[in-house]
């Protein structure tokens, strides 16, 4: 592992089932816990929601076995890192300038951006704010789309009634609160094998009723959930510790994010990949269609048989895809900046 320039402090000792220690590292307004492997080109890991750094748990020592130094961040209001309570922090500015200063802190010019779920929702936008400290972007079920002709939440709405978690989430305090009362009840209900055809069809758009599910659902199948237990009991730890409210700010910043976004240029012209999860109904490959307009010197792959949380489900075939996408690219993405 390397040094620690520029203010990051090392934690204590305590490596969470193998992952890393982390690392605190002054990103400006706010301080971010950063789980460092490997030495070499700077592949940054952004999670999703609900999930930590901890995701990336089979990612991060794939990357460094393979000569990279692998950099997992818990994004601010989330697991080890600061969690201020005023949405205003959470829209796409802030939380891409975030990164920008850990960058910074890591005495690191530039580096593939790697974004899953939200994660996703920020690396292809770090590419239009921050052009100069991304060399390239992988997106992992979230693809990189030009702005709706309107704000999104008014299109969620009219589209999928006020139940979809995106409206419900606007409310202050209600879903966090209600997720709170069993925070491994919620996690063991959200990393599931995914829905099958039939029941996807049964549920229709109640399955995108997060809160009511939760509260109104059977108990999860333990055979259906992805995780370990000592997994699991990982997320609750880091939630019990950080709440919900930073997480669920990130809804409440997506008109905010309209926007701050719908004039900038959506052209993204860095080497990019864009790997979708055949069974993904959040993300459905379909929903990256047409990405080649604004994104050209992107590749696609899909991973057969998959659901949403890909880390989790098909590490390996995640990990032979961006592996095999950055050593064949690995001179554009990590050639020394000639500007």
Sequence with gaps: MQGLPNGAVRAHPGAMNGFPDPQFVDAGAVRLAAYQAGDGPPVILVHGWPEIAYSWKYQIAALADAGYRAIAPDLKGFGRSDAPKDKSHY???????DLARMLDALDIERAVFCGHDWGGAIVWPMAQLHPARVAGVIGVCTPHRPPPPAPPLSIIEERFGPKHYFIQFQQEKTPEALFETDIGRFFRLMFRRPADR?????????????????????????????????????YV?????????????????????????????????????????????????????????????????????CGHWVTWEKPAELNRLILDWLARHADRLFAPDRR
Aim: proline share 7%.
């Design 91 to 97: 829209d796409i500015r802030r939380m891409s300038d």
């Design 198 to 234: 039939a029941d996807i069809e049964r549920l229709g758009d109640r399955i995108f009723d997060l809160p009511g599910r939760f509260r109104d659902g059977p108990a999860p199948d333990r055979a259906q959930v992805l995780l370990s237990d000592a997994d699991i009991e990982t």
């Design 237 to 305: 730890a880091a939630y019990r510790r950080s709440g919900f409210t930073g997480g669920i700010n990130l809804y409440r910043n997506i008109d905010r994010n309209y926007e701050l976004m719908r004039d900038v240029d959506p052209v993204i012209d860095k080497p990019a990949l864009m790997i979708s999860a055949q069974r993904d109904y959040f993300l459905p490959p379909e929903s990256a269609d047409g990405i080649e307009k604004i994104v050209p010197n992107v590749e696609r792959a899909l991973i057969e048989d």
